[in-house]
C-alpha cells in the first residue's frame, strides 16, 4: 500500500508537478533503548508569503546554533564525550564489530538526550562495549584529531573523560533532588563550578533583585569561584562564556531583523540581539515584555534561557529554541468557537439558573513548529506558556500555544504500532479513529479550553474552593464534559468545524475506552488514581456505563475471546475486555445528564455530591481489569519517550544571490541529522 503510494508521487514528478507535489512522511524513524524517533510535518509552509519563509529559515539558523549549549550546561563533560563518539563513529574502520554496534547505540542516546544522562529520569545511562576496547578505537585516531578535540594534555582528559563515562559511580545524576546531600556537588549539571550548595544559595540571597520589576538575577550565568575564591558570574553572552555560539545565533538574528512582519516583532528581535551581546537582565525583561506583546505576528520563535528545571536550585535557564508560526485554520476553528460562546452556553443541558447571561470565549493560539532546538530538541513539549518571571506575567500577561503539528506527529506515528488494534473492538472503530481521531480530538480539546472551563456560573455566596480537594476533578469534568456533550452536536458541522455528522463518533469510543480502560497503564498495579484529569475521565466513563440503560445498554464493557495467535486457526483463545457502544446518541444524552449535574455541583458548592461520585467513581480501580490492562500494553513493547528528528530547510537563490524560495524537506535520517549539526553547528570549545 505505502510503495503504491510512493510509485504514485514518483510518477506525478515525472510529469513536471514537482511544485504540487507533497512528500510523503515517515513519521516513525528510529526506536532503541526506551526511546523512539519520530518526524513531524509542517504543514502551510507553502502559505507563508516567500519574507515569512525567509524569516523562518532564519530563525531555525539561530535555533541550530545553540546545540552545543545545552550539551555543556547539562554536563561538562558531554561535548567531549560527543566528539570522541562521532569520531570513532565516522572513521572505525569495522563497523560490523559487536563494540562498535553497542557504540552507536550508546552514541544515539547521548544524541537523543543531549548528553549522557537520560533525557527524563536524569541518570547517567553507561556504555555497554567494553573500555578497552574504547581506549584502543580511540587511540587509532589521529594524534592531532585527538588534541584538536581534547586539548594538548588529550591523553590526562581521555582517562577523565572515560572515567565520567564508564565509572557508573561519578557524575551519576543530572540534577539531584533529594534532600540531605548537597544538590550542587551531587548534580552533575554544569552551572555551578567548585562551588557549594550553600555558598550559591547564600550568593543568590544577597543579589537577588527585590524591586517591583525585579531582574533575574543568575538567568544567564554560570556561578564560578575566581582565583581569589570569591564568587563570580560567568555571563552567557557574546565575549562571554558560550559566546561562539551566542555570535552564531546573533548573527541569524540580524538577518531575521530584515525580515521581520512588524514593528513589533523587529523590537522583539532587537532586544534579543542587544541582550546576547551585552547579557543585560534589564534588556531581557524588555526582550520579554515585547515578545508578549506581539500578538499580530504569523511567525514566532523561542530562543534563549529559559526552563530551569535543569539547575538543581532553579535559576538559571537552560537553552532553548523554536521557530513557528500560527496555525491559521486551528486558530480560525477557537475564533468560530469564540465568537458563539453564546450560543453554546444557551443551548447547554444545564438548568436556566446555573447559566451565564453573558458569556466570553477564550481564542487560543495554535501553531506549527517549524524547527526544535535546544531544550526542545529532541524531546519537546506539546504545549507552551512563556514568560516564566511572574511579575511580567501579572502585568502584561503570557502567551500560551499549542503545537497542533508535533500533536499530530504523535497521532500518525501511533497509527500502526498496534495499540488501537489491541484495545479497540473492531476494524470499524479502528477505521474510524484513523480518519477522525486527529480532528475530533482537536475539536474537543478546543471546545475543553475555549468554552467549557468558561462555561456556566456560580450561584452567590459559591466559590470554587468550596469542593475543596474534588474542585480540580469536577472542574476538569465539567469541561470534557461540555466539549463532550456539543461535539456531537449538528452545529459544529454547520459552524465548518466538523467534518459531517458522523465524526464525533470517534472521540465517545475513544474517551469511553480511554476512562474506563486503557488510561490504566500508566498506573502502577495496585494504585489508585490520583491525577485530577485521569480521575475526571474515569468518572465520566464509569458513572456512564453505571448509568446505562440495563435492557438496552447505550454503551458496555463486554468480553471476548480472542485467539492468542491470529495467523493460527486452532490457536487457543483468552479473553479480553472491551468498550462496545451500541447507540451513540443515547451516550449523548447521557453525557448530558452528567454535565447537568456536575454543573450543579459546581454552581451550588456542593461538596457531599462532589465527594460521593468521586470516591464511587473515580478513584478506585478494578484490580483485575487493571492488570489485564497492563499485560496487553506490555505485549506491544511501546518506547515511552519520544523525540522528532527537524526538516531541513534549504534556501534557493537565483543568479544574484537573491533568496527565491525556500526548500523543505524530510528525509534526512537520525545519525545523519546530528552529525550535520555537530559538523556544521559546533562553535563551542570541548571545555568551557
Ligand atoms: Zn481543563
Not at 510 to 533: C, P, S, Y
Request: glycine share 6%; proline share 3%.
Amino acid at each position: 500500500m505505502k510503495k503504491l503510494m510512493l510509485l504514485a508521487v514518483g510518477a506525478l514528478c515525472l510529469l513536471g508537478c514537482q511544485k504540487q507535489t507533497k512528500q510523503e512522511i515517515n513519521y516513525n524513524v528510529e526506536r532503541f533503548y526506551d526511546l523512539e524517533v519520530l518526524r513531524f510535518d509542517v504543514p502551510d509552509f507553502d502559505q507563508l508569503t516567500l519574507e515569512q519563509k525567509k524569516l523562518v529559515y532564519y530563525l531555525t539558523e539561530a535555533s541550530l546554533w545553540g546545540r552545543d549549549i545545552l550539551f555543556d550546561q547539562n554536563c561538562r563533560y558531554n561535548l567531549a564525550i560527543r566528539r570522541l563518539l562521532e569520531q570513532v563513529y565516522e572513521n572505525y574502520p569495522n563497523k560490523e564489530d559487536e563494540d562498535y554496534i553497542l557504540m552507536t547505540k550508546y552514541l544515539k542516546r547521548v544524541w537523543f538526550s543531549n548528553g549522557i544522562h537520560h533525557h527524563y529520569n536524569e541518570d547517567k545511562f553507561l556504555p555497554e562495549f567494553s573500555q578497552v576496547w574504547w581506549y584502543d578505537a580511540v587511540y587509532q585516531q589521529p594524534e592531532d584529531t585527538l588534541k584538536k578535540i581534547l586539548g594538548n594534555n588529550y591523553k590526562d582528559q581521555f582517562a577523565a573523560v572515560s572515567n565520567v563515562m564508564f565509572n557508573p559511580e561519578v557524575l551519576k545524576k543530572k540534577v539531584n533532588q533529594a534532600a540531605g546531600a548537597d544538590l550542587i556537588l551531587t548534580s552533575a549539571c554544569n552551572y555551578y563550578q567548585g562551588v557549594t550548595q550553600a555558598e550559591a544559595e547564600e550568593y543568590y540571597a544577597t543579589h537577588k533583585d527585590t524591586s517591583e520589576e525585579p531582574l533575574w538575577v543568575g538567568l544567564n550565568a554560570q556561578l564560578v569561584k575566581d582565583k581569589d575564591g570569591q564568587l563570580v558570574e560567568r555571563t552567557y553572552k557574546v565575549g562571554g562564556l558560550y559566546g561562539e555560539a551566542l555570535e552564531k545565533v546573533v548573527y541569524w538574528l540580524e538577518k531575521a531583523k530584515e525580515v521581520a512582519e512588524n514593528d513589533e516583532q523587529r523590537l522583539v528581535i532587537e532586544k534579543l540581539i542587544e541582550y546576547n551581546q551585552t547579557g543585560d537582565l534589564k534588556t531581557f525583561n524588555e526582550y520579554a515584555i515585547a515578545w508578549v506583546k506581539d500578538i499580530e505576528s504569523r511567525v514566532d520563535f523561542i530562543n534563549g534561557f529559559t526552563e530551569v528545571y535543569g539547575d538543581p536550585l532553579g535559576i538559571t535557564g537552560a537553552w532553548e529554541a523554536m521557530a513557528n508560526f500560527k496555525n491559521l485554520e486551528a486558530t480560525r476553528r477557537t475564533e468560530i468557537l469564540a465568537q458563539n460562546a453564546q450560543w453554546f452556553e444557551d443551548n447547554s443541558p444545564t438548568d436556566k439558573a446555573f447559566k451565564k447571561e453573558q458569556v466570553k470565549g477564550v481564542t487560543a493560539k495554535v501553531i506549527n513548529a517549524a524547527i526544535l532546538g535546544g531544550d526542545c530538541y529532541p524531546s519537546t513539549p506539546i504545549g507552551i506558556n512563556l514568560p516564566n518571571a511572574n511579575w511580567i506575567r501579572k502585568e502584561y500577561g503570557s502567551k500560551s500555544v499549542t503545537i497542533q503539528n508535533i500533536t499530530d506527529a504523535y497521532d500518525k506515528a501511533a497509527q500502526g504500532n498496534g495499540f488501537a488494534e489491541e484495545f479497540m473492538l473492531s476494524a470499524e472503530e479502528v477505521e474510524m479513529a484513523r480518519k477522525y481521531g486527529s480532528i475530533t480530538d482537536n475539536c474537543h480539546t478546543d471546545l475543553h479550553e475555549c468554552l467549557g472551563h468558561g462555561s456556566g456560573k456560580l450561584l452567590s455566596g459559591v466559590t470554587k474552593d468550596d469542593l475543596k480537594e474534588h474542585g480540580s476533578t469536577i472542574e476538569e469534568a465539567r469541561a470534557d464534559l461540555f466539549g463532550l456533550y456539543y461535539i456531537a452536536d449538528p452545529k459544529m458541522v454547520e459552524l465548518g468545524i466538523m467534518p459531517n455528522k458522523d465524526a464525533y463518533k470517534a472521540e465517545y469510543y475513544r474517551q469511553m475506552m480511554n476512562g474506563a480502560l486503557t488510561q490504566l497503564v500508566r498506573i502502577e498495579l495496585g494504585k489508585d488514581l490520583e491525577e485530577a484529569h485521569m480521575r475526571n475521565r474515569q468518572l465520566i466513563a464509569n458513572w456512564v456505563l453505571d448509568h446505562t440503560n440495563k435492557e438496552n445498554p447505550e454503551v458496555e464493557i463486554i468480553e471476548v475471546p480472542v485467539p492468542v495467535d491470529k495467523t493460527q486457526q486452532d490457536s487457543p483463545a483468552c479473553l479480553k475486555h472491551f468498550i462496545r457502544v451500541n447507540d451513540y446518541e443515547g451516550l449523548r444524552q447521557l453525557y448530558g445528564q452528567l454535565l447537568a449535574i456536575i454543573q450543579q455541583i459546581t454552581s451550588t458548592g456542593d461538596y457531599q455530591m462532589a465527594k460521593e461520585l468521586v470516591e464511587k467513581y473515580a478513584v478506585k480501580i478494578d484490580y483485575n481489569l487493571h492488570k489485564e490492562m497492563l499485560a496487553r500494553y506490555e505485549k506491544l513493547n511501546l518506547a515511552p519517550y519520544k523525540g522528532f528528528l527537524n526538516p531541513v530547510y534549504t534556501p534557493i537563490t537565483d543568479k544574484q544571490g537573491n533568496i527565491t524560495d525556500i526548500k523543505i524537506d524530510f528525509t534526512e535520517g537520525y545519525a545523519e541529522q546530528h552529525l550535520r549539526y555537530s559538523h556544521n553547528y559546533s562553535p563551542l570549545p570541548t571545555f568551557n
